[in-house]
């Protein structure tokens, strides 16, 4: 599994270097940089500070959808209340998720959104899991670097595990999972009942491996089913 750190529309090249530092110093290498030039100028690799390869090596997209084409699993950092459209994990949470997914998830996303508003709606959407850092009310909010930081401490030790050999990992399982559950619905004439839908899908974004192959097992068996 390799975690790939998103930051969508940083505005400011120190906040970009704070995060590559961040990332060098609990082994993680890939940084996505969106719709920002940040990562180029000087104050970020003066901030970076002995992990200016990082900054070298950032590659930049137009839009977060271009960003996360390749991904597996994306996770999005908000500090909104939790949204109806995603399962919500918790930093401690969220580690134990993706360790069950080590052995056969290859590219996870990380999303930071901008310094000051954060991710848009719509770019919410895109995740499968939201996550946050819990925060006494009314505290100032973390800053780009330190929520960087924070999470990659938290999932540093993915790093640590020992590596199993992969299981042949199905190119976008889980956006293939998605499509035969709204197919289902069409079916059944259920695709207007929105809180079944949104439960569905929420909850399709944290099922392990095994349960996940059993869905499949039993959608192809009803799809079955409803052609004859």
């Given at each position: 599994m390799q975690l790939h750190i998103i930051l969508v529309s940083p505005a400011r090249p120190e906040n970009v270097g704070a995060a590559a530092r961040a990332m060098k110093t609990m082994g993680f290498a890939s940084l996505r940089i969106v719709d920002s030039q940040a990562h180029l100028q000087p104050e970020a690799g003066w901030v970076a500070h002995g992990s200016g390869?990082?900054?070298q090596n950032a590659r930049h997209f137009d839009s977060l959808k271009a960003a996360l084409a390749d991904m597996d699993f994306t996770i999005a950092t908000t500090a909104r209340s939790r949204a109806r459209f995603h399962y919500y994990c918790t930093p401690q949470e969220l580690e134990s998720q993706l360790a069950e997914r080590q052995s056969w998830t290859r590219n996870v996303a990380l999303v930071f959104g901008r310094e000051d508003s954060g991710l848009t709606n719509e770019e919410l959407e895109?995740?499968?899991v939201l996550t946050g850092v819990p925060m006494v009310a009314d505290y100032p909010s973390l800053n780009l670097g330190?929520?960087?930081m924070v999470f990659c401490y938290q999932l540093s030790s993915l790093n640590q595990l020992a590596q199993k050999q992969p299981?042949?990992?199905e190119a976008g399982q889980l956006e293939a999972l998605r499509a035969r559950v709204?197919?289902?619905l069409v079916n059944l004439d259920a695709q207007d009942d929105q809180k079944l839908a949104d439960w569905l899908q929420q909850r399709l974004g944290v099922l392990e491996q095994r349960d996940a192959a059993m869905l499949?097992?039993?959608?192809h068996?009803?799809?079955k089913k409803f052609a004859n």
């Open positions: 390869e990082i900054l895109l995740a499968d330190q929520a960087v299981l042949p990992a709204s197919r289902l499949h097992t039993l959608l068996d009803i799809e």
